[in-house]
């Protein structure tokens, strides 16, 4: 049994697309335009007509981490961010609307310091100070290996360009000799406890709002 799907936006990968589809006994068999696959199906082939709507073959994992979703609707969104001053502006903003959310310190997600127009460095503590020096800060990178801070959070941490690194990750040692904010992996886990996790009760209301979005 033969059917071909066409005129049709079949999804091969990321922002590549067929026109057609043709399927035997319920495999794919060929993928191509219209015209090239009418020649190539039987006398009873059943054609449907898809009016340029999306088929998308099997399943696609989106990876989607649902509690990190509801985490990131309770903090402040750096995804996109063109630059430095503009995670200081967000962070600024967030902490000014969200008093409460903000009494025991700012988590920040989703920067990506590629994506920076101009100057693509990495933030550090300097530029976590100029969102505050009172409260503690982390900002996050979009891929959750890496952590900046400023400096009070290092403060609370309790370490000095002395100290003894984590096993597994690392802080690294400004020119002054006393750790510039930046923190990679395991060493991110201990940075993140210098502000109170949220409750069961908390991730329960964002796993909740984060399926509903």
């Known amino acids: 049994m033969e059917t071909l799907f066409y005129n049709a936006k079949v999804y091969l990968e990321r922002e590549k ?24 199906a039987g006398k009873d082939c059943k054609k449907i007509d898809c009016q340029k709507k999306t088929i998308i073959p ?11 979703l509801g985490e990131s609707l309770q903090t402040v969104k750096l995804t996109n961010s063109k630059s430095i001053d503009e995670i200081i502006e967000r962070c600024r903003k967030f902490i000014k609307e969200n008093p409460e959310l903000s009494k025991n310190g700012v988590f920040a997600i989703g920067w990506n310091q590629d994506l ?14 100029k969102i505050s020096t009172e409260i503690p800060i982390i900002l996050r990178r979009v891929c959750g290996h890496q952590m900046v801070s400023n400096t009070k959070a290092i403060e609370m941490l309790g370490i000095d360009g002395s100290s003894e690194q984590y096993e597994g990750g690392t802080f690294e ?30 991730r329960e209301r964002m796993a909740i709002e984060a399926m509903k979005l």
């Open 17 to 40: 697309f067929a026109e057609a589809v043709l399927v035997r006994d319920g495999i794919i068999a060929k993928i191509g335009t219209g015209d090239e696959l009418l020649k190539e």
């Open 58 to 68: 099997g399943l696609n994992d989106s990876h989607m981490h649902l509690l990190v």
């Open 116 to 129: 920076f127009e101009g100057d693509k460095r990495i933030p550090n503590r300097h530029d976590a100070d």
């Open 173 to 202: 040692i400004g020119e002054d000799g006393y750790p510039n904010g930046i923190f990679t992996e395991n060493a991110c886990r201990h940075l993140r406890k210098v502000i109170p996790e949220f409750s069961l009760e908390d």
